[in-house]
């Protein structure tokens, strides 16, 4: 069965400094991934996402993830983060055209300090 | 822009009471999903819905029905609330896609639910 693991479940940072959160999947398919952020209060939204082509995927907020295929990992950075980017954010992956099934990992806290 | 939207922000309920749990798309799309969320355990998908009628069981049904009469909404049903299931529940919709089976879902604020 398919899983996602984030490796950090909390991820304290200073405004302005770089971050990277990770993501690890297990499949032995072609896969389809994403990453959702959760602000407090409210549902998940997209922030990017991957089904192919180009590896290095961009997204919204000045996000970027990698696909690494021989490492399995889809690792989300921002070169500076702001104190508005503090969320929960989600990596997920498709359940093997499921009928659009995801499955989604434990979610990181990112919180931004000034 | 697509809208999802859920009958009630928070709701509080007695043990043993039968609770739905309303959700609404408007943007047309085929499939449909319920999830708690909790923490430390991220989402976890209870019941989808890929048509009108049709249901599939995620990875944790236990103590949820579901019901899709109409496209736009689906409905979670407990039928008999336990304390375990005080959670956040979140619903989703996305398109049916011919070439990739999985796009984007979109989500809804969420219902907070609180089980007495």
């Known amino acids: 069965a398919q899983s996602v693991t984030q490796l950090d479940s909390q991820v304290p940072v200073f405004e302005e400094a770089p971050v990277e959160l990770r993501c690890n999947y297990s499949?032995?398919?072609?896969?389809?991934l994403f990453w959702y952020v959760q602000y407090p209060n409210q549902g998940l939204q997209l922030l990017l996402k991957y089904l192919s082509g180009s590896t290095l995927v961009k997204g919204i907020n000045g996000f970027e993830a990698e696909f690494n295929k021989s490492q399995t990992s889809f690792h989300l950075r921002k070169p500076s983060v702001h104190i508005s980017d503090t969320a929960e954010y989600f990596c997920a992956v498709d359940a093997n055209n499921q009928g659009g099934k995801l499955i989604f990992g434990q979610g990181t806290e990112l919180s931004v300090k000034p | 822009d697509v809208k999802v939207t859920q009958s009630s922000r928070y709701l509080v309920k007695r043990t043993g009471e039968k609770v739905f749990l309303e959700c609404v798309q408007d943007?047309?799309?085929?499939?449909m999903f319920w999830y708690r969320q909790d923490p430390g355990l991220g989402l976890r998908l209870i019941y989808f819905?890929?048509?009108?009628?049709?249901?599939e069981k995620g990875d944790i049904p236990e103590g949820y029905s579901v019901s899709r009469e109409k496209k736009e909404r689906f409905s979670l049903i407990l039928e008999s609330a336990s304390t375990n299931q005080t959670s956040m529940y979140l619903c989703?919709?996305?398109?049916?896609?011919?070439?990739?089976?999985?796009?984007?879902?979109?989500f809804g604020p969420g219902t907070r639910l609180t089980v007495l």
């Open positions: 989703a919709s996305s398109p049916l896609l011919q070439a990739a089976a999985t796009d984007t879902q979109y």
């Open positions: 943007m047309d799309h085929e499939n």
């Open positions: 499949s032995s398919v072609s896969v389809y």
């Open positions: 819905s890929y048509d009108v009628k049709m249901k």
